[in-house]
């Protein structure tokens, strides 16, 4: 299944796009070469604009170890799942808190070994990564 986003754009944005795609040097030495905000797209403050964030993606990414492929208990996830479930580790999931969320979950049943899933799924690649884990 294909699924297809459609944007409207007017044909100035169009064009701008264009233009921006297709910059030179000379372009931007001329003030050509602008961002949707005016800015030159090639000017070091626009460009370290998001410095101090991929700064913390790089960090994260040099302290990440993958798990282990044969953690069949899920140990490298336990802290984050019972981070996760805290909220509920006094009093429980209640039979009141399980209804009022029913309206926003996604209903999924295995009836002889064949997954069924309900129709309304707001996120249609989320509903699938799960479909994946259950199968």
Known sequence: MVNL???SVSLLELQSFCVLAHCTQEDSEQGICQT?????KYAEAVNTRW?????????SL??????????RQCACH?????NDLS?????????????????RGI????????????????FPF????????LL
């Open 5 to 7: 986003v459609l944007y």
């Open 36 to 40: 949707g905000s005016g800015e030159n």
């Open 51 to 59: 410095t101090a964030y991929l700064n913390k993606v790089n960090e």
């Open 62 to 71: 040099q302290k990440y170890k993958p798990c282990d492929e044969e953690d």
């Open 78 to 82: 336990e802290k984050v799942i019972e």
């Open 87 to 103: 909220l509920w580790a006094k009093s429980g999931i209640t039979a009141e808190i399980f209804e009022r969320a029913k309206p």
């Open 107 to 122: 209903h999924y049943q295995i009836i002889d070994h064949k997954l069924y899933r309900g129709e309304e799924c707001m």
């Open 126 to 133: 989320r509903c699938s990564g799960v479909e994946h884990f």
